[in-house]
Structures are given as C-alpha cells and as structure tokens.
C-alpha cells in the first residue's frame, strides 16, 4: 500500500526510500515484530480465556511436557495478523507473488484454525479428518501454484543451468512441495521455540536467494534463475521473520502460547511456495533439513511399525525420541537450532558452488 502510494507520489523526497527493497525489507521486519509484541499479550489473554484447558497434552508423551496443560494454543494467530498488517503495508500489491504467498499463508492458516479449534474443543488430539485437512491444502497450494508458475523446469542444485524440464508434472510437484513444507513444520512444532526459531532462519535465507534470484545480474553471475521481481519476496521473508521473532518473545520456555497447526501449517507452507516461486525447491529441502528430518521420522515410524510391530525411534517425531533418552528440553531446542543454522549455511553455498 505505501508502494503504491509512493510511486503515485513519483518516489519524490522520503518517499524514495519506499522504491529501494532493502529498506522495505527492514521496514516489514520491524513492522511485524512491532505488531506482534503489541497485540501479544492481549491475544493470549483472549485465548486462555476462551479455550480454558488449552491444547491437550498427549498423555503418552513426555511427562515433563504434564506441566504445559492449560497453555493456550492458536498463537500461530497472532503471527498471521502480524505478518498480514506488514505484508499490505510494505509490499508491491501490483506483485502476483504478494497474492499467492497471502492465498499459502491464510488458506493454510484457516485450515490449521479449523483443526485447532475442534482439538480444542473436544479436548482431543485427532482435530480435522488427515485427508480433508490433505485435500484443503492441495487445493490452497493448486491456486498459488498457478499464480506464480510461468516455468515449469525443476532446477538443480550446485550445478550452473541444469534442470530437468517437468512439463504439466510440475505443478502437481510445486503443490507436493508446499503442502509437504507446511506439514513438515506442523511437525516439527512440539516443544517450546523448537520450530518458530528454524523458520525465522529458514525464511531468513530465503529472503537472500529471493532478492538475489530477482536481480538478472546477481542471477547471471550465481548461475541460478533469474525470476522477474522476485525480489519481492525478500520482503515476505523479512516479515515472516519479524512476526516469528514477536512469538518467539511469548513462546520462549516456559510458553506462554503454543502457535498450533494455525501458524505452523501457514508458515511451513509460506517457505513452500516461496521456494517453489524462486524455483530453489530442492534448496528448500537442505535449508529446512530439521523440518525434514522430522517429517522422515514419523514417516518411518509408522511404516515399520505397522509391518512389524517394533518402533525405530523411542517416540516419533524424532526431537521426541531425544526426550525419551534423557536429554532436557531446551538442550534438544538449541541444538536442533544449530542444526538449522549450518543446513542454512549449506544452503546458500549451492548457490556460490556452480
């Protein structure tokens, strides 16, 4: 909106500085974080009040996580709001990458709002049926999808130019890819700050290889796509990080709020359809390895479980099974934090090693 107010105004004087994605980045970062830390306390105050016993705690669990009954859930509200406020404020709203990275956010959120409150209020964990929630996501990430595609090869990693043309393939594999990084984050999202702080790095990156990808300079240079404004996307990224960082203020151990599926399956899905609009799909999956890796352990968990009755890890997803061998919460949160930032680091070295 103040683009668009600022190009009206022919960029003249302080307005200017709205034409330079640098400062708007900045602006969207602080503008979300500010947001976020301002209606924070009051959100969670709403939510506790409303949702009286808060998300249920699996029984099965932990039994330190026992002591986290009654903290409310949904937070992932507050980010959305944030991020939203930020986005319509800072961005170019003439951009189709704006609308289909909003449609990612919003519709998944809408679909981890559904979830949440029926969990909440049956006070059970099953929440909305897996193949209708599955079934809402493909159609969210469908309609991104055809927002944003005009180029339908896979592009590979470390090697300069080299793709594998996809045809009509691609866009059944750009939904995969979304709605699989919305899920991923979903289920990386299990103890206190573990998943909000990989996202911020996450999305931290991308604001990087998005800025980079809509320069034709930098992307000749680097030998990746060159993708015509997308630049814009580093400021998404950049509020993506801001509102992360506001809940990260009220999720830090001890939480006072739980983001829930409202904002892991909005966020996972937003670095989704980010990565599939700068066409660093397969850089997704190294950058977001911690979200992977999660994913993978309840993948294999389930699949040997059921053929023969042994568990490969003490409990699924795996930063759970951790837990289960004695290690304390906050070591597993940090540590897997680490992880994040070296798999951040081997991300944007793709894109100097071609």
Not at 147 to 160: A, H, K, R
Not at 178 to 197: F, H, K, Q, R, S
């Amino acid at each position: 909106m103040l683009y668009i107010f600022a190009q009206w105004l022919h960029f003249e004087g302080l307005t200017n500085l709205i034409r330079y994605q640098s400062f708007r980045s900045g602006a969207a970062l602080l503008t979300a974080l500010a947001i976020g830390l301002l209606i924070g306390p009051r959100f969670i105050d709403m939510l506790r009040l409303r949702q009286g016993k808060g998300q249920p705690i699996r029984a099965d669990g932990p039994q330190s996580h026992l002591a986290k009954r009654g903290t409310p859930t949904m937070g992932g509200l507050m980010i959305v709001v944030a991020l939203s406020i930020a986005l319509l404020l800072w961005m170019d709203l003439n951009s189709r990458y704006v609308w289909a990275c909003l449609v990612v956010t919003l519709g998944f959120g809408m679909i981890g709002f559904l979830d949440d409150y029926d969990k909440v209020t049956k006070y059970a964990h099953k929440g909305v049926s897996a193949r209708l929630r599955l079934l809402g996501e493909f159609v969210v990430a469908g309609i991104a999808v055809a927002l944003v595609t005009t180029d339908t090869n896979l592009y590979v990693p470390v090697f300069s130019n080299l793709y594998i043309p996809l045809g009509p393939v691609y866009y059944l594999f750009a939904a995969f890819v979304i709605v699989g990084a919305g899920n991923a984050v979903n289920l990386t999202d299990g103890l206190d700050g573990l998943a909000i702080m990989p996202v911020i790095i996450a999305a931290g990156t991308f604001a990087i290889i998005a800025y980079l990808a809509g320069r034709a300079d930098y992307a000749h240079y680097l030998g990746i796509p060159h993708v015509p404004k997308a630049g814009e996307l580093a400021i998404f990224c950049a509020a993506v990080m801001g509102a992360g960082l506001a809940f990260l203020w009220f999720n830090a151990p001890p939480a006072a709020v739980f983001m829930g599926d409202t904002g892991s399956l909005a966020l996972g899905g937003t670095l989704g359809v980010i990565a599939v609009s700068v066409h660093h799909e397969i850089v997704l999956g190294v950058v977001g390895g911690l979200f992977v890796m999660e994913a993978v352990s309840v993948i294999v968990q389930v699949f040997v479980y059921k053929r023969t009755g042994k568990r490969v890890f003490r409990m699924a997803p795996i930063h759970h099974h951790f837990e289960q061998l004695g290690w304390q919460e906050s070591t597993v949160v940090i540590r897997f934090w680490i992880v994040s930032i070296v798999l951040a680091l081997l991300g944007l070295a793709t894109l100097k090693v071609r």
